[in-house]
């Protein structure tokens, strides 16, 4: 049973074009991230929800944005994507554990972003 | 800043051979998970490791947290085709996952 779902899983947009990743969890975690890989690299954090408490990383760019609308879902949005946006996008969860402690972090399958 | 050092970054062994990847830092975490990845797919968890000094096993894969937990190992018994693939360490810190650096392994038939 899928846990953590990515939609599309290859998406292909032209310079300068808005995109919009899709993640769902039905985990009810309270913890949702997004991440930025790219090819043969460590995932990079781009940002993470807890809740509603938007947290971003120092170094994200602002051509990088994301929506919670519910504990559900998760939107990775791209305003204008560049060639160096070409990456796997890699959304995951993670449940809040006694004492703050995070508990396991669940991948999503990805979705591969493509730049023309 | 990278955190999580990961050593070695490439490694290429024959099937049946051992081998150990680190996963060292100067940070501490309050847990360290180990992932396998293939190409195109996201990671996929091996293990957690929460406390210090901590040995986990899963068939062939022996893994340690450091006493201090600051480091972690992953051992390989006898390698197989099937372990082919990207390892990553994560260490969790302050509601993130630290990744690190990642180690490429192929193991040839």
């Known amino acids: 049973d899928a846990m953590v779902i990515q939609n599309p899983r290859y998406q292909v947009t032209q310079f300068g074009k808005p995109v919009t990743l899709s993640c769902s969890q039905t985990?009810?975690?309270?913890?949702m991230y997004w991440y930025q890989q790219k090819s043969s690299q460590a995932p990079k954090l781009l940002f993470h929800?807890?809740?509603?408490?938007?947290?971003n990383e120092a170094d994200t760019p602002d051509n990088f944005q994301s929506r919670r609308p519910n504990t559900s879902f998760c939107f990775l949005d791209i305003r204008s994507p560049g060639l160096g946006d070409a990456a796997m996008y890699l959304c995951?969860?993670?449940?809040?554990?006694?004492?703050?402690?995070?508990?396991?972090?669940?991948f999503g399958p990805g979705t591969r972003l493509l730049v023309l | 800043t990278q955190l999580l050092e990961q050593s070695p970054q490439f490694l290429s062994i024959q099937e049946g051979e051992n081998l150990t990847v680190y996963c060292n830092s100067s940070?501490?975490?309050?847990?360290l998970q180990w992932y396998r990845q293939e190409p195109g797919e996201g990671p996929v968890l091996l293990v957690t490791?929460?406390?210090?000094?901590e040995v986990k096993k899963l068939k062939r894969l022996t893994f340690q947290f450091g006493d201090a937990r600051k480091d972690s190992s992953l051992h390989i018994t006898a390698a197989q085709p099937g372990d082919t693939g990207l390892y990553l360490c994560?260490?969790?810190?302050?509601?993130?996952?630290?990744f690190g650096t990642g180690t490429r392994l192929k193991v040839l038939a």
């Open positions: 490791v929460v406390t210090g000094g």
């Open positions: 994560a260490g969790s810190k302050a509601y993130k996952y630290i």
């Open positions: 929800y807890y809740d509603k408490d938007f947290n």
């Open positions: 985990l009810n975690h309270n913890v």
């Open positions: 995951a969860t993670s449940r809040d554990g006694a004492g703050g402690r995070l508990e396991t972090q669940y």
């Open positions: 940070s501490v975490f309050s847990s």
